[in-house]
């Protein structure tokens, strides 16, 4: 016997990088909103999310989503957890979004948005790592 199944019913289909399409525009929406309170620029947040063109990034801001790899799903993460992480550590949410640009002797002296526009991942899992031992980890 052939069974209906109502579309609601059904999850959507993983997208190319392991997120649904609601996922992935819900990554992308968060994330512009965290690079504003960053004060990180267009152009800086290409950069922190592996070179995709600033002209995308505002594309994401104004609502239009496009498609995203495995490679750029995983920065977009990666930016939501540290994000997370500084909520932790910091009562007040405005000390960690100036976290964000002060000189940090734990990364050399570098400032964390300094850090992240060396453009690898590798820069965005140390930050990521760091800001979980300092909170304690899991």
Do not use: C
């Not at 800086?44 to 490679?71: H, Q």
């Not at 799903?73 to 405005?94: K, Q």
């Not at 570098?110 to 760091?130: A, N, S």
């Amino acid at each position: 016997m052939l069974s209906l199944v109502r579309t609601e019913d059904v999850a959507a289909p993983a997208g190319e990088a392991g997120y649904s399409r609601a996922e992935i525009e819900a990554m992308q929406r968060t994330v512009g909103a965290i690079f504003a309170r960053w004060g990180v620029s267009d152009v800086d947040a290409a950069v922190i999310l592996g070179g995709i063109s600033a002209k995308t990034f505002r594309r994401w801001r104004d609502g239009e989503y496009g498609r995203v790899n495995r490679d750029l799903a995983d920065r977009l993460s990666y930016v939501i957890g540290i994000h997370r992480a500084l909520r932790i550590i910091f009562a007040e949410p405005t000390q960690g979004y100036g976290w964000m640009s002060r000189p940090n002797a734990e990364l050399g002296g570098l400032t964390p948005v300094q850090l992240l526009l060396r453009g690898g991942m590798e820069d965005l899992r140390r930050l990521r790592r760091y800001l979980d031992s300092v909170r304690g980890g899991w």
